[in-house]
């Protein structure tokens, strides 16, 4: 998918120039054992292996995400297999392969089978990537080495962009050859996310976090350079929801709440009757109508309308759509599109039984990482193309395992050595 569905969905504006599911043990002060003990060594080779698949998936989805789409397949394949244990999967994985069976089905009713084609392949790389990714993210450990390896892939990716806009300082918009600028910047906000996670669980020692608050300027001025105003805005909301949990507190709900009724009101022809000119003149950016998006949002709408149970068929709307040949760029009009009333249901099915296994309701650091992913991905899936990203599906699976992130380390106690003195005969009556 060199320049596939991801690619071709992801960007209205024209390119920029270029210048250069297991639940975890109930917290009780330690983890609950995969299985019966066994001899130290003994199912390294296999079980701890299994995680590599899913590190490499996430160093390549904000590098090259083509790839992942290519050999994501393959990678949850390996994982899966190398792990020594069956799957035990959970509601939300159930739903992902029913979402994955729903887009096949639309193949029957597509108005563009050969793009439906290139999308039903994505949802299916995306949805075992979440099922394999669930399944070795038992240990806090391999937690830790997936959020590691995409924190490297980021950071690869941010210097990249510092670099090239060095060398081409009149350039208004950066991002890698071959990967669409807001698909990047997406990945960058992304990366702040997994970083604040990071810094939330106490990774290493104090020299380790010290480095972690380094990679939040970092991302954020790599962020800066992409030029896409969702991530902007995403980066400060996500300041400012910070600060208010910490404050008051619990947040987490109203952040959901107040996503669900942003995502329905704003593409459904609520923002087209205005001009938000302030957000025109961030980065000075040419067109006054959301690079195109208020154009594009009542066509999506009507072709919603025309099927709106089960849509007109998985990744069929861009060659229907007039304006530019790209895709609607919101993610309820998309999914409407793709996958009716039906694929809206079973997608939020899915979003909401991964946020009940990410439990907030465990401690207040649980709620304020799932808030903060949802207030950081509410304006990416208001304006972009997020819903089959394999960043999106892989941090999913890691939100889901925060219990297991963010429980502390058992205290080790010195073990009990058994008296070797012959015991006492009892001495008088015990009362």
Do not use: K
């Not at 025309?306 to 998985?314: E, N, R």
């Amino acid at each position: 998918m060199a320049q596939g569905y991801g690619a071709a969905r992801s960007i209205v504006e024209q390119p920029p120039r270029r210048s250069g599911g297991v639940t975890p043990a109930p917290l009780t002060g330690r983890l609950r054992p995969d299985g019966p003990a066994t001899p130290p060594g003994s199912r390294w080779n296999l079980a701890e292996v299994s995680v590599l698949p899913i590190c490499l998936a996430a160093v390549l989805g904000t590098v090259s995400p083509n790839l992942v789409y290519q050999g994501g397949l393959w990678l949850a394949a390996a994982a899966l297999l190398t792990s020594g244990r069956i799957p035990r999967t959970g509601p939300a994985d159930y739903l992902a392969i029913l979402i994955c069976c729903w887009a096949t089905a639309t193949l029957m009713w597509s108005r563009d089978v050969e793009s439906s084609q290139t999308a039903v392949r994505a949802w299916w790389t995306v949805a075992l990537l979440l099922i394999a990714a669930r399944h070795v993210l038992s240990s806090r450990r391999r937690l830790l080495l997936v959020a590691g390896a995409y924190l490297a892939g980021a950071g690869w990716t941010a210097v990249q962009l510092i670099r090239a806009s060095r060398l081409d300082a009149t350039a208004l918009r950066v991002s890698l050859e071959g990967v669409g600028v807001n698909y990047t910047a997406y990945c960058l906000v992304t990366a702040v996310l997994v970083t604040v996670l990071l810094m939330v669980a106490r990774v290493g020692p104090r020299p380790v976090r010290a480095a972690l608050w380094l990679l939040l300027p970092l991302f954020g001025y790599a962020t800066m350079l992409t030029g896409t105003r969702a991530s902007q805005i995403a980066l400060a909301a996500v300041a400012a929801y910070l600060v208010v949990d910490r404050l008051a507190g619990r947040t987490w709900a109203f952040a959901v709440a107040a996503s669900a009724v942003l995502l329905t009101l704003v593409p459904f022809g609520h923002l087209t009757r205005y001009q938000p000119q302030w957000l025109a003149n961030v980065f000075d950016r040419p067109l006054d109508d959301l690079s195109g998006r208020l154009a594009i949002w009542p066509v999506a709408e009507a072709s919603f309308w025309d099927s709106p149970l089960v849509g007109i068929g998985v990744g069929a709307f861009p060659s229907t759509n007039p304006y530019y040949g790209v895709g609607a760029h919101s993610l309820l009009l998309t999914l409407g599109n793709d996958l009716g009333l039906i694929g809206i249901a079973l997608f939020a099915a899915v979003i909401g039984l991964l946020i009940r296994d990410a439990a907030p309701g465990l401690g207040r650091r649980h709620g304020m990482l799932v808030g903060a992913l949802i207030v950081a991905w509410t304006p990416i899936w208001l304006s972009g193309h997020w819903e089959i990203s394999p960043v999106a599906w892989l941090m999913l699976a890691l939100w889901s395992r925060l219990p297991v992130a963010l429980l502390d380390r058992p205290v080790e106690t010195p073990p009990v050595v058994p008296s070797t003195r012959p015991a006492r005969p009892p001495m008088g009556l015990v009362r």
